[in-house]
């Protein structure tokens, strides 16, 4: 599986979620998101500290924060971009509905 990692220009009237986690193990893990339109100009973001998880959950993390981020900004049509070649089989997977109950019972 190839992962592009650069910035990729959407088509005009859509956003680019861009997302990112790390982790040193045991010690702290983040994530981050920022929004962009179709012009590369920035809508929106932010990072937050997680506390102790494995980098593929702060991944995880970030690409559900930033499409609960989306959502409440009223973005309808969103093209998402993450490093983690992981993360992109398991949101592309058909157990992403489970994992989504999963979080929105860890969030809430």
Sequence with gaps: MEVDIAWQQPEA??????TDGTSKMDVAAGCGEL????????IGGFSRHLG????YLAELWGVFD?????????ITKLKVQVDSPVV???LNSSN?????????????
Excluded: C, D, M, P
């Design 13 to 18: 009237g859509w956003v680019v979620l861009n």
């Design 35 to 42: 929004l962009r339109n179709s012009h590369g100009q920035w």
């Design 52 to 55: 102790i998880y494995r980098a």
């Design 66 to 74: 930033g499409l609960r981020f989306a959502w409440e900004s009223g």
């Design 88 to 90: 992109v089989y398991t």
């Design 96 to 108: 992403i509905g489970n994992l989504w109950k999963k979080y929105y019972n860890i969030a809430n």
